[in-house]
């Protein structure tokens, strides 16, 4: 197996990954995020992509979902961890909190979420009724645990549209809806992924309570999200040595 580990906000580079080389990949779906890297972590082999380019100057409605992920499994990746910050809905989802989760609400709209062009083939359904492979999810929660780290088991990942953030009605809606927690890049990628056969999953971690949720009853601050993901990204590193070594042995 080859992993893939896709950096979300205040990961645009992986601390600790020894770059071996880095490849610009093209795609039939344009330009991905940025050159993939191809490192290792702690002496395992991995491959990097800053979802929101190196230099952090793409927002979420932009990513050009389909190059990454066709890029990705171009040059070999079998399994993704997608790593999320998010808004935490949930009670438990408190900023520094990590989830895995298991399910997905997509609030999304005008993003180019699939690979099949009907052009002339049968149209086909896939399912999705799980839409985070399992496998990978466990490998993430494993990881987690041999980390320190404590995480929630599942929870729906609901995807919002960005870039702004919500209001506090949205929440509202998005918590009866049975939203746990709250990001903006969940979707398509999860489902372009299961689409070409990738085994994906997401380490979420809250940086902020969603709007309207304990201390972001009034607003939400960037400066306060910006802290968060500082204090976040180390621990993630240590969390991805750990997966990278489970999932990148023998
Ligand atoms: N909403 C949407 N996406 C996010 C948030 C949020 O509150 N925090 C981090 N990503």
């Known amino acids: 197996m080859m992993l893939a580990i896709i950096g979300g906000s205040g990961l645009t580079k992986l601390p600790g990954l020894t770059i071996t080389h880095r490849q610009v990949v093209r795609t039939p ?55 999320a910050s998010v808004g935490g809905i949930h009670p438990e989802m408190w900023p520094g909190q990590f989830a895995v989760p298991d399910q997905i609400i997509d609030y999304t709209h005008g993003r180019e979420h699939t690979f099949a062009d009907y052009d002339g083939k049968p149209v086909t359904h896939l399912d999705f009724t799980w839409p985070y492979c399992e496998d990978m999810r466990q490998r993430c929660m494993q ?49 372009l992924a299961r689409e070409i056969g990738l085994c994906y999953a ?14 972001s009853q009034e607003a939400i601050t960037a400066e306060a999200i910006e802290a968060n993901l500082k204090q976040a990204a180390e621990r993630i590193r240590t969390v991805l040595v750990h997966l990278a070594r489970m999932c990148c042995e023998g």
């Open 29 to 83: 779906y344009g330009e991905p995020s940025g050159a993939l890297t191809f490192g290792e972590l702690a002496g395992h082999p991995v491959l990097f992509l800053a979802r929101h380019g190196y230099g952090h100057t793409i927002p979420p409605h932009l990513v050009n979902y389909r190059a990454n992920i066709w890029a990705l499994a171009s040059q070999g990746a079998t399994h993704i961890a997608s790593i």
């Open 143 to 191: 990881a987690l645990a041999e980390a320190g780290e404590e995480y929630l088991d599942g929870g729906a990942y609901g995807c919002s549209q960005g870039p702004r953030l919500e209001t506090k009605a949205e929440i509202d809606r998005m918590a009866r809806d049975g939203a746990d927690m709250v990001g903006m890049t969940g979707m398509p990628e999860a489902y």
């Open 202 to 215: 997401a380490i979420a971690v809250s940086v902020n309570w969603a709007a309207g949720r304990g201390e």
